[in-house]
T-cell receptor
Framework: GQNIDQPTEMTATEGAIVQINCTYQTSGFNGLFWYQQHAGEAPTFLSYNVLDGLEEKGRFSSFLSRSKGYSYLLLKELQMKDSASYLCAVVLDDYKLSFGAGTTVTVRA | KAGVTQTPRYLIKTRGQQVTLSCSPISGHRSVSWYQQTPGQGLQFLFEYFSETQRNKGNFPGRFSGRQFSNSRSEMNVSTLELGDSALYLC?????????????FGPGTRLLVL
């Protein structure tokens, strides 16, 4: 089976930085997506990594190390609206997506 | 462009019944994937349709089935409902291949089985 691990919950203060880790052991790897999901809403795309390294997109950055089976999503200058669930999804060999259980981030004032 | 739409948004059924959920993808998108989301399991892949053919399938029992029409709209059906089928069912569309491009999710259908 596929194993994708993320912390269940994280709490941080407005203006701070939070790093959400995702480790994976999967049968094949063709990339990794990060999605954001606000409560009661659809997941929305944040980032995609297929090569090792850091991808920066405004306040959000995502890092991938294929050799370590590891990715993280970095959220900088946290805002209240960043309170949401963050989903890590690995693209398997047959291009199916296998999702982690998600990390709920709570931003406090 | 209109986003992915799903109907109905909420549904209450009883054990043993069957249910059909509908998904209309973004115009021009030919791939539609279905996922089940529960608090403990996260998003789990059900199946993916492309050009009216099931191209990929997850590890769900045969009670879960789907189809795609020539206009790319898709339906999924769950027969003989069980309590454990209570979940949020999400569909997502992409132009060609979900693993190679961004998927766009619909708002989901929340199914409660009593």
């Amino acid at each position: 089976g596929q194993n994708i691990d993320q912390p269940t919950e994280m709490t941080a203060t407005e203006g701070a930085i939070v790093q959400i880790n995702c480790t994976y052991q999967t049968s094949g790897f063709n990339g990794l997506f990060w999605y954001q999901q606000h409560a009661g809403e659809a997941p929305t795309f944040l980032s995609y990594n297929v090569l090792d390294g850091l991808e920066e997109k405004g306040r959000f950055s995502s890092f991938l190390s294929r050799s370590k089976g590891y990715s993280y999503l970095l959220l900088k200058e946290l805002q209240m609206k960043d309170s949401a669930s963050y989903l890590c999804a690995v693209v398997l060999d047959d291009y199916k997506l296998s999702f982690g259980a998600g990390t709920t981030v709570t931003v406090r004032a | 462009k209109a986003g992915v739409t799903q109907t109905p948004r909420y549904l209450i059924k009883t054990r043993g019944q069957q249910v059909t959920l509908s998904c209309s993808p973004i115009s021009g998108h030919r791939s539609v994937s279905w996922y089940q989301q529960t608090p403990g399991q996260g998003l789990q892949f059900l199946f993916e349709y492309f050009s009216e053919t099931q191209r990929n399938k997850g590890n769900f029992p045969g009670r879960f089935s789907g189809r795609q029409f020539s206009n790319s709209r898709s339906e999924m059906n769950v027969s003989t409902l069980e309590l454990g089928d209570s979940a949020l069912y999400l569909c997502a569309s992409s132009p060609q291949t979900p693993g190679q491009e961004t998927q766009y999710f619909g708002p989901g259908t929340r199914l409660l089985v009593l």
